[in-house]
């Protein structure tokens, strides 16, 4: 009953939620660690657990040293499963409703500076094809905020460069983004002199290739994000999504609203877009503090 329980709620997630593989995966673990832990301390099944259960579990994952925020994250994964067998007729009540999370130290995401971000681009030197390539993804990661799984999902055809635009479909939405001057410039050098040669197959629609032709992977653009960085001698940890986190907090720094931000980011819930405005507003406060004479 319990895997069952667990391969629907699986099936609604990705089906019905549209939740990325990594949220989908966060959540099946937690739920089915937590079925485990009742089979094994308490003799019951997830549908019989209670609020106390559910609480003692807690207890016992801090006192194995897991951290706040993975309790935290549990609490949202199992209120989110109990929320699904309700709503299914399979359950009438959330024994984890009414439970308080654990106070996690808020975490910020790295952003680079707008210097930063310039030397950053400039590192890919276009003497040759994979220059051009690198110079044109870049550009294109920073001028859209993009995810990464995003960029190298990009087909050819999603590109409208006379417009002046790019087409993301992800997680069942799709959203239109502009480019500024630079990023097209790039990405029209790259199109029309650079992919052709690398193509193996001119049937590939994929907008980015690696040497041999094929379809970019995640593990191949991370290691080019990190030759990238050593090269430029950016002593902060730049992952492909720091360009994402700079992206959105440059632009609120230069008077963008959440709202269009969020709406270029693809965020469903504007919740997960005001860390953006946490960011700005603790860099102001350092500033203050580093600026005022009597601070």
């Not at 040759?128 to 999902?153: C, F, N, P, Q, W």
Request: aromatic fraction near 8%.
């Amino acid at each position: 009953m319990a895997k069952d329980d667990i391969a629907d709620y699986g099936a609604y997630l990705a089906g019905e939620r549209h939740a990325s593989q990594n949220t989908i995966s966060s959540y099946l673990r937690d739920v089915t660690q937590f079925s485990e832990y009742l089979s094994e301390h308490e003799d019951c099944t997830l549908r019989q657990a209670t609020a106390t259960r559910i609480q003692e579990y807690m207890s016992w994952m801090r006192g194995r040293g897991k951290s706040a925020a993975s309790v935290t994250r549990f609490l949202a994964s199992i209120k989110s499963f109990y929320g699904f067998l309700i709503a299914r007729g399979a359950m009438k009540a959330n024994p984890a409703k009414g439970i308080a999370a654990d106070r996690a130290e808020r975490k910020y995401p790295e952003v680079l500076t707008s210097k930063e971000v310039e030397l950053f681009l400039e590192q890919p030197r276009c003497v040759d094809a994979k220059g051009y390539r690198d110079h044109a993804m870049l550009e294109l990661l920073y001028a859209t905020g993009i995810r990464v799984s995003e960029l190298i999902s990009l087909d050819l055809g999603d590109l409208n460069l006379s417009a002046g635009f790019v087409r993301c479909a992800s997680r069942g939405r799709e959203r239109i983004i502009p480019l500024y001057h630079t990023a097209v410039k790039a990405l029209q050098d790259y199109v029309r002199d650079i992919r052709p040669e690398l193509i193996a197959d001119s049937t590939e629609t994929a907008l980015f290739v690696n040497m041999n032709g094929e379809r970019m992977s995640r593990q191949g653009f991370w290691k080019i994000i990190k030759y990238y960085q050593e090269k430029a001698g950016i002593q902060k940890d730049i992952t492909p999504h720091t360009l994402r986190h700079s992206f959105a907090v440059h632009l609120l720094e230069n008077g963008a609203d959440l709202r269009s931000i969020q709406e270029m980011l693809g965020h469903a819930d504007i919740s997960s877009t005001q860390i953006y405005a946490h960011v700005v507003n603790r860099q102001l406060q350092d500033v203050y503090r580093k600026a005022h004479p009597r601070a």
